[in-house]
Structure formats: structure tokens, C-alpha cells
């Protein structure tokens, strides 16, 4: 499997199945938070980036194993991709599965990405920042892209999208996490109407080392303050009810290659014992395939490019 990984559980979505359709780094972005690193392409071109032939292939022999959800995400900003409205269609008459879209939102302001959303169940776009600096700050974007188009582009989704949008807001200590910037997300997020809101912090290893995490209790403060009042997400459930018969070394670089992930995130994601995941672990660091990195009190594993 090569664009279809998991299903692994997910803090949102309980157990997603992953389709990554972008080759890894190429986003509109280059987030300083990002966990998998400096963006090596920031592009605003749509392209058929992987085969979608080989795409629907892989989707079709993993949907026995029954995903709560099918997640559009991985390694990029998905909406790159230039048949993602067909994917999506092609996935839903194949199952009735709801298809979910992990996206930064910076090409809504495009007619035709707003419309190939559609077949989408729940589109979950990001807004890390209230106003122009702090976007060219946090997110780095593309030169041609411009703050307010970014946000008119959320609100006329916002028109036509039927089904639901969660807006998740990642915010960074010491750059977005204070009155002045708080106040100026809440009022784009007024104008924006999603379903739910969503707050989250640097919880793996970013690429720039001045994105901190911000602690939980001043989270759930801020959270008090959007409307609706937004959610803190939570780590991943603990489960070791594998749910599919795979080999684990492949599904174990399959994960880590598209995020860092400590231990306990190896054996959450594939439903393992935590002693397999750390036999497993081992064998692929003696083989130089992983290597770890340790932030704060956690160690986190990655896969070696
Ligand atoms: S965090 Fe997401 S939007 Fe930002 S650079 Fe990484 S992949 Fe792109």
C-alpha cells in the first residue's frame, strides 16, 4: 500500500482509513509547526500528483475492513490534488463509508476546489491565524496567496458546503496564543460559521523549534472565548483491538513516515501491545530505517527518508 495506510485510530474520527495523495511536503504551506518538517515544494499548482488509478485500487481492497471513516490527508495539502471531486465521487459509490477532508483551507477561494468538495461528508479546514502577519508568521504560505482570500474563500464554503465543517485552530505559544490574536481568530471564526471548533497545540516535533505548545488549562481558557465555544482535542484512544491482519513492520513505516509518533502512538495507531511495537521499533532503528528524536519527555520515532 503505497497512498491507502490504517485504519488507525484518530482523535476526531475513531478508526480512519488514510489516503495520501500528495507526495510528501508539497503543500501551499510551510507551517513552523508542521510535524513533518520544512515543506520541500510551496506550490499553488493542482496536479494528478499520484496515479488515481493505483489510489482507487488500494481504497477498493482495504474497504472490508470497515473504517469509520475515510480520511483525505497525509504528507500535503490534499486539495493540490487535481481529481480529488473525482476521487471523492468514486469513493462515495463505492461505499457509504463518510469521506472526510483534512485540509489547511488556503484553496477555497477557488471555485472549482469549493465544488469538488461537495461529495465530501465532513471537511475539517485549519485557521492558525486572525490577521495577515501572523499567517505570513505561522504559516508561511505561498507568495500568491493572500490572508483575506483565505478566509472570504472559508466563508463562501461555509455558503455552499451541506455537510459539516469542523475548523481546527492550532495555536503556538508566545506567537498566537494571547488576548490580541485570540480576539482576532474569534472574529474571523464569526464570520466563518463552522460546526465546531476545534483547539489543538504542538504536540509532535515541529519544524522550527520556536513552536511551543501551549499548556491545556490556558487551552481550555481560550476555548470558552469562540462560538460555538470550542473543543481541546484529546490524545488518540488506547486500544490494542487490532483490526486488520497486515505486516506490522510495513504498517508501523507506514505511520511514522507520515508523522513522528512516540511508542504509545505506534501501538494505539495499529493496535498492538506496547512490548510489539518496542520489538518492532527496534529492529527497524538496528536497521537505520527509524530514528528518534527526543522533545521534551517524549521520544518520538520517524522514518528515515
Ligand atoms: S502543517 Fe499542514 S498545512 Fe502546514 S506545512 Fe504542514 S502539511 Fe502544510
Known amino acids: 500500500m503505497r497512498y491507502v495506510y490504517g485504519p488507525v485510530p484518530s482523535r476526531r474520527l475513531g478508526w480512519s482509513l488514510g489516503v495520501d495523495l500528495i507526495p510528501a511536503k508539497t503543500c501551499t504551506f510551510n507551517c513552523i509547526y508542521c510535524?513533518?518538517?520544512k515543506s520541500r515544494t510551496v506550490t499553488l499548482e493542482r496536479s494528478e500528483y499520484v496515479p488515481f488509478d493505483a489510489v482507487e485500487k488500494e481504497i477498493r481492497e482495504t474497504l472490508a475492513c470497515r473504517p469509520d471513516y475515510i480520511t483525505i490527508s497525509g504528507s500535503g495539502e490534499p486539495t493540490l490534488y487535481s481529481r480529488l471531486g473525482e476521487l471523492l465521487e468514486r469513493i462515495r459509490s463505492l461505499t457509504d463509508v463518510p469521506l472526510a477532508v483534512l485540509t489547511n483551507g488556503s484553496l477555497f477561494w477557488r471555485e472549482e476546489v469549493r465544488a469538488e468538495l461537495k461529495a465530501a461528508s465532513?471537511?475539517?479546514?485549519?485557521?492558525?491565524a486572525g490577521n495577515a502577519d501572523m499567517f505570513a508568521v505561522i504559516n508561511r504560505p505561498h507568495g500568491d496567496l493572500d490572508f483575506d482570500q483565505v478566509v472570504q474563500g472559508l466563508v463562501d464554503f461555509r455558503e455552499s458546503f451541506a455537510g459539516q465543517i469542523w475548523l481546527e485552530i492550532l495555536l503556538v505559544a508566545?506567537?498566537?496564543?494571547n488576548p490580541k490574536e485570540i480576539g482576532d481568530l474569534v472574529r474571523c471564526v464569526e464570520r466563518i460559521r463552522p460546526d465546531r471548533v476545534?483547539?489543538?497545540t504542538v504536540t509532535r516535533p515541529p519544524a522550527e523549534e520556536c513552536a511551543l505548545a501551549v499548556p491545556t488549562d490556558e487551552l481550555r481558557e481560550y476555548a470558552q472565548l469562540f462560538r460555538p465555544v470550542a473543543e481541546v482535542i484529546g490524545e488518540a484512544p488506547s486500544t490494542h483491538a487490532r483490526r486488520r491482519c497486515a505486516d506490522i513492520t510495513q504498517d508501523i513505516l507506514g505511520l511514522i513516515r507520515r508523522r513522528p509518533c512516540t511508542l504509545q502512538d505506534v501501538a494505539n495507531g495499529l493496535g498492538i501491545h506496547v512490548l510489539?511495537?518496542?520489538k518492532h521499533l527496534e529492529?527497524?532503528?538496528a536497521?537505520?530505517?527509524v530514528h528518534s528524536t527526543v522533545i521534551g519527555s517524549k521520544v518520538f520515532y520517524m522514518a528515515r527518508s
Not at 508566545?174 to 496564543?177: E, R
Open 122 to 128: 465532513l471537511v475539517i479546514p485549519s485557521l492558525d
Open 198 to 200: 476545534q483547539l489543538n
Open 287 to 289: 536497521d537505520a530505517r
Open 283 to 285: 529492529i527497524l532503528t
Open 276 to 278: 510489539e511495537a518496542v
Open 35 to 37: 510535524q513533518l518538517g
Open 174 to 177: 508566545s506567537f498566537t496564543a
